[in-house]
């Protein structure tokens, strides 16, 4: 049997040379690089909306494509739990399996369910800006996109909030937030592998006390113990495939998307201004921005047989696909004008959550976290600017600037 450290190689080796076949595009690397990519997106998919980028891997832009191929039976996911050789649940898995995992988890996630949570959201924006209104600046991203969501992920699973800081610090070295460009292939393995050592003991020693407990507590670790799956109790593992995966997924996301939609609302303070007049707008503004900002920008896809696009292209058994969410949300075919940013655009079919099988289950709480989030930015903080002789630097996928100096008159 391979040893966790094993299977962390096999899997940061897959990621590698996935991305390196990816970002070797030139296209995708101007994208990758640019705080302003959709023009790039919208050449992509005119000019070549398949593309093959390597041996076995093809890279698509297409709305129609990338619908097509994200509900084909014959194409599987394949994301593993961190350490392990399982997959992550619901993420890694398909067919039957798959949809029976989200048959259980999907009501725990609705727009319903979630709607209280955003006295809780608005709550802890409105504390995070107390710490910093004052000066007149701050780094937005660091002192508020971040930490509002992780807070938030720990506090509906009912995770001890005094932990955040190792939880930050895993979060960053997993998913490459962190300064893992200056590290060896080597330490970044054993760092890593480190840290997934140390979430699975925090969430297996947080599983472990709470087994003890007379009843569940009214969280979401209480709701997962006694949670009915084909008519049993999920096992420790499939706690821990589903725990990890959420906490991967839902994080730097939203993270990501609040540091671009304030990024964009800060340079275009027309845009704004129409949200400041209307904060009701705000639920259509986000829905735009997330098809126009596209923060998570791809995710990947294997063919396990013979696949004919709606482009005419047959993508052959084996290969990999990187399904550019990116490309597709600003596809001609697909939006009118799709680099005119329309808080009121009708319809607005984007998948920046994903579509087919595999579209977010968390999209509502996204969509909760972002649009409370922003209305009390805007009532705290209306007027702010990027500060002057800032150039920023947006990270890969998800995009976003993880420094966002803004400033206002305090
Ligand atoms: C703005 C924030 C978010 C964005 C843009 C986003 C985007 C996405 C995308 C593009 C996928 C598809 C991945 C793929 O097919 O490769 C996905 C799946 C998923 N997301 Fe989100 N997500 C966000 C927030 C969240 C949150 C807050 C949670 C949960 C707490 C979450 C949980 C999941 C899960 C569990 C999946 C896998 C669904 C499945 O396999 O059936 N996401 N998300």
């Not at 727009?111 to 802890?124: D, F, H, S, T, Y």
């Not at 924006?125 to 971040?146: M, R, S």
């Not at 791809?298 to 047959?314: C, F, H, N, Q």
Request: one cysteine or more; a negative charge.
């Amino acid at each position: 049997m391979s040893t966790p450290q094993e299977l962390m190689h096999a899997q940061f080796a897959q990621v590698f040379k996935i991305a390196a076949l990816a970002w070797g595009d030139p296209a995708v690397a101007a994208a990758r690089a640019s705080a302003s990519p959709q023009q790039t997106y919208v050449d992509m998919t005119t000019e070549c909306p398949v593309k093959q980028l390597g041996d076995g891997m093809f890279r698509l832009t297409s709305m129609a494509d990338i619908v097509a191929v994200t509900r084909n039976h014959d194409v599987v996911q394949g994301t593993t739990y961190l350490g392990s050789d399982r997959p992550a649940i619901p993420l890694g898995l398909d067919g039957p399996l798959h949809k029976q995992y989200r048959h259980m988890l999907d009501p725990v996630f609705t727009a319903k369910r979630i709607e209280p949570l955003g006295a809780q959201v608005r709550q802890l924006a409105n504390e995070l800006i107390d710490g910093f209104i004052a000066k007149g600046e701050c780094d937005a991203f660091q002192d508020w996109c971040e930490p509002l969501p992780s807070i938030i992920f720990l506090s509906i699973m009912g995770l001890p909030l005094d932990q955040y800081e190792n939880f930050h610090g895993f979060k960053n070295l997993i998913l490459g937030n962190a300064n893992v460009a200056a590290m060896t292939p080597e330490e970044r393995l054993a760092r890593s592998t480190e840290a997934v050592v140390w979430i699975q003991s925090y969430f297996n020693s947080n599983l472990d006390e709470r087994e003890q407990e007379a009843a569940p507590r009214d969280d979401m670790i209480g709701w997962l113990l006694s949670a009915e799956f084909d008519g049993r109790r999920l096992s420790r593992t499939e706690m821990l495939d589903i725990l990890g995966l959420l906490m991967i997924a839902g994080l730097d996301t939203v993270a990501a998307s609040l540091g671009c939609f304030l990024s964009f609302l800060a340079s275009h303070p027309d845009q704004r201004q129409r949200l400041l007049d209307d904060p009701t707008l705000t639920r259509s503004a986000i829905e735009e921005l997330m098809r126009y900002e596209s923060p998570v920008t791809e995710g990947t896809r294997v063919a396990k047989a013979d696949i004919d696009l709606p482009s005419g292209v047959r993508v052959p058994a084996g290969s990999w696909m990187l399904i550019s969410w990116s490309g597709a949300n600003v596809d001609p075919a697909a939006f009118v004008d799709p680099l005119t940013v329309d808080f009121e655009r009708k319809p607005n079919p984007h998948i920046g959550f994903a579509s087919g099988f595999h579209r977010c289950l968390g999209s509502h709480l996204a969509r909760l976290e972002l649009s409370v989030a922003l209305n009390v930015w805007h009532e705290r903080i209306p007027h702010y600017r990027i500060a002057e002789g800032t150039e920023l630097v947006y990270s890969g996928n998800p995009r976003a600037p993880h420094h966002l100096p803004l400033v206002w008159s305090a």
